[in-house]
């Protein structure tokens, strides 16, 4: 069927090309919209992380920020993370952060009798923080898991903000494809 100039009714290629384009833009933005909002709401609800962690290195290794107890994995002693250099350090094991000195001296002293000549292995590490755990618990605290709505905000927003500009952008730098010449 053909209109009275002998064209066929419809859209042309550069009009449905363009109309992709838009499409194509629309559902970039869309779904850029979508993760921005999913990534503050999983930042909005996240679980709070449990106050009583310890972690392991050695000497020169970065300090975790979030962790008030760091341990060196080849002796089982405390390490202090600081820029400056201590000029007093003290004998007798000192709070830090959740943990008192008692229950320092409880982590300290497991970590040492694990440690002996060998270095803490993984297997003694995960005795270490089940002690943690457990000083945790005796303190009321209990391992939160994120619920459903954290896992899923956690998961979409990320894959939905990089499609979404991964459309939105290939949308726009591929427009000049749409245009007629």
Same mark, same amino acid.
């Given at each position: 069927?053909t209109?009275?100039?002998? *064209?066929?009714?419809g859209? &042309?290629g550069?009009e ?6 838009v ?6 933005i869309l @779904?850029?919209?979508v ?6 709401i999983?930042?909005?609800? *996240? &679980?709070p992380?449990?106050?009583?962690? $310890?972690?392991f290195?050695e000497e ?5 920020d979030?962790v008030?107890?760091?341990?060196d994995r &080849? ?8 820029a @400056?250099?201590l000029?007093?350090?003290?004998t007798?094991?000192q709070?830090?952060?959740?943990f008192t ?10 970590a040492?009798?694990?440690a002996?000549?060998?270095? @803490?292995? *993984?297997?003694d590490?995960q $005795? ?9 618990r005796?303190n009321?605290?209990v391992v939160?898991?994120?619920? *459903?709505l954290e896992? $899923? ?6 894959e939905?903000?990089?499609?979404g500009?991964?459309c ?5 730098? &591929? ?5 007629d010449?």
């Amino acid at each position: 069927m053909t209109d009275k100039a002998g *064209r066929r009714p419809g859209l &042309t290629g550069s009009e449905r090309g363009c109309l992709t384009g838009v499409a194509v833009l629309a559902l970039g933005i869309l @779904l850029t919209l979508v993760g921005a909002a999913s990534l503050i709401i999983h930042h909005d609800i *996240r &679980t709070p992380a449990y106050p009583y962690e $310890v972690a392991f290195g050695e000497e020169g290794d970065e300090c975790a920020d979030d962790v008030d107890l760091f341990l060196d994995r &080849t002796t089982g002693e405390q390490m202090k993370c600081s820029a @400056l250099p201590l000029f007093e350090e003290s004998t007798t094991p000192q709070p830090s952060g959740d943990f008192t000195a008692r229950e320092v001296t409880r982590i300290l002293d497991l970590a040492d009798s694990l440690a002996g000549k060998d270095g @803490l292995d *993984r297997a003694d590490q995960q $005795v270490v923080r089940d002690l943690v755990l457990t000083i945790g618990r005796e303190n009321g605290e209990v391992v939160k898991q994120p619920g *459903r709505l954290e896992r $899923v905000t956690g998961a979409i927003g990320p894959e939905c903000l990089v499609l979404g500009l991964v459309c939105f952008f290939g949308a726009v730098f &591929t427009s000049g494809m749409w245009a007629d010449p």
